[in-house]
């Protein structure tokens, strides 16, 4: 009789993640493996003629300047991520306490973050206007007389990006660390308190350690969402000026979907998988000396 129910309650799990597992079946894995073998040949879209070139497509890409520079500009790019995680926990400490507004302030935080990608490109083009903008102007304001030209010159366009970038995942990091701090144990906060811990010792030695499990989440997560996004940088910089801006991800779509070239752009692809997988492994071998469950 158990062993009948058992096998009852596994064909009905089976048909529950069945519809799943079909998605990620032909949305995920046949894709993937598809473009495993486009790597291999030089297949352009639309052509009807397809060749098999072996290494050609790895060895181009292996030899193309602007491969590197891609390369360089998703590690800048990269940035953004701790430096996003680390405000967001300051304001989430902030937010979890009594103040003004409170439910209000949480609200406008997260707000960038389901607003339209094209939006916050056109509010921040504004933004960063080099002559006429509001943040250029407040600089000059203050006495900066020569101001960076931001997204219009090479050399602090990526950084720019990396500014937008932290602004729009605040609010996001901020909401997943205000659910950590709520589920710490209040006497633990008040045994710290009787014992003379001043209020930063109280957030370095109990908050951080004890949120430590989502600050590993969202290390992982927004690494793989940051090295996987190009919507924001092709809606502000289409990559420019003069490729400052082509991340890895933006130069696999140039090649697919401008130059047609699939099987070069699937070697690219191939080798961001590679790249989010060490990220992913060295984060998984590291977390054992900072992560506390």
Known sequence: MNKSWMKRQSRLGYIFIGP??????????IPAAYSFYLMFTDYKFMSPETHFIGLANIRRMLGDELFYVALKNTFVFLLAVPISIVLSFIVAVALNKSVYFQKTLRALYFMPYITSGVAVAFVWMLLFQPSSGPING????????????????TGSSMYAIDIIWVWFMLGYNMIIYLAALQEIPEELMEAAKIDGARPWQIIRRIMWPLVSPTTFLLLITGLIMTIKNFGIIQAITQGGPGNSTTVLSLFIYQNAFRYYEMGYAAAISWALFVIIMIFTVLQWLGQKRWVHY
């Open 138 to 153: 407040f600089l000059k304001g203050i006495g900066i007389a020569h101001p960076p030209g931001w997204l219009s010159t």
């Open 20 to 29: 799943n597992m079909l998605g990620v079946l032909l949305f995920f894995i």
